[in-house]
T-cell receptor
Framework: EAGVVQSPRYKIIEKKQPVAFWCNPI?????LYWYRQNLGQGPELLIR????????DSQLPKDRFSAERLKGVDSTLKIQPAELGDSAVYLC??????????????FGPGTRLTVT | AQTVTQSQPEMSVQEAETVTLSCTYD???????LFWYKQPPSRQMILVIR??????QNATENRFSVNFQKAAKSFSLKISDSQLGDAAMYFC???????????FGTGTRLQVFP
C-alpha cells in the first residue's frame, strides 16, 4: 500500500514569490491534515479536511495561505506571497474517517521550504 | 489549552542498552490519547506507540514500552535493546478523545552509538 505522497520534497524561493505544495493521501483516507514544522519544533496543525470540507483551519494564516482539496482526495497548500518566516517543513497526513476511537494519522515525507 | 513538554532536547544510548525519553503534558480532560512518534532523518513521521488514558495498563510494542502516570501527567518512552536504526527525533503527542488535533512536544533527538 502506497503511503502519503508529497511533492516537491524541497523548494527554495525568494520572498514575495508564490509556492504550492501537493499531497496525495492514502487511498480511502477521508481525513487530510496539513502541518507546519519549524526547525527544532514539533508539527503544528494548519488545516484539517474531512473529504472536501475544511473543518479546522483556525491555525491557517488566511492572509497568505490557502488550501483546497478537490474531490476529497488530493490537496494543495499555497502560500502567496511567501515570507522569510515561512521557511519550514510542511507535512501532510491522512487518516480514516473520524469515529474510530484510536485511528492513526499517517504522515508524508514533507516538503522543506526555504525562503531567501 | 493542552500542552506537551519534552525536556530532553538530546539523548544518547549505546547499542543494546536501554534509554528512556521523558514527556509531560498538561490537560484538564479525563479522556485522551497519548502517542510517541519517530521521525528519522528522512522526515517521515512514524507512529511508535499509543496509549489510551482510560487504560491503566502501559502499552508495549516489541522493544518499545511506555510508563504512563496519569495523575502525574507523565508519559515516558522506554526503548530496550537499542538499535542503530532507532536513531531519530522522537515526538510525544496528545490528542483529546473527541478531536483529531494532535499536539506535539518539541522532540528529543536520540543518538545511538555502536
Amino acid at each position: 500500500e502506497a503511503g502519503v505522497v508529497q511533492s516537491p520534497r524541497y523548494k527554495i524561493i525568494e520572498k514575495k514569490q508564490p509556492v504550492a505544495f501537493w499531497c496525495n493521501p492514502i487511498s480511502g483516507h477521508n481525513t487530510l491534515y496539513w502541518y507546519r514544522q519549524n526547525l527544532g519544533q514539533g508539527p503544528e496543525l494548519l488545516i484539517r479536511y474531512e473529504n472536501e470540507e475544511a473543518v479546522d483551519d483556525s491555525q491557517l494564516p488566511k492572509d497568505r495561505f490557502s488550501a483546497e482539496r478537490l474531490k476529497g482526495v488530493d490537496s494543495t497548500l499555497k502560500i502567496q506571497p511567501a515570507e522569510l518566516g515561512d521557511s519550514a517543513v510542511y507535512l501532510c497526513a491522512s487518516s480514516l474517517e473520524r469515529g474510530a476511537p484510536s485511528y492513526e494519522q499517517y504522515f508524508g515525507p514533507g516538503t522543506r521550504l526555504t525562503v531567501t | 489549552a493542552q500542552t506537551v513538554t519534552q525536556s530532553q532536547p538530546e539523548m544518547s544510548v549505546q547499542e543494546a542498552e536501554t534509554v528512556t525519553l521523558s514527556c509531560t503534558y498538561d490537560t484538564s480532560e479525563s479522556d485522551y490519547y497519548l502517542f510517541w512518534y519517530k521521525q528519522p532523518p528522512s522526515r517521515q513521521m512514524i507512529l511508535v506507540i499509543r496509549q489510551e488514558a482510560y487504560k491503566q495498563q502501559n502499552a508495549t510494542e516489541n522493544r518499545f514500552s511506555v510508563n504512563f502516570q496519569k495523575a502525574a501527567k507523565s508519559f515516558s518512552l522506554k526503548i530496550s535493546d537499542s538499535q542503530l536504526g532507532d536513531a531519530a527525533m522522537y515526538f510525544c503527542a496528545y490528542r483529546s478523545y473527541n478531536t483529531d488535533k494532535l499536539i506535539f512536544g518539541t522532540g528529543t533527538r536520540l543518538q545511538v552509538f555502536p
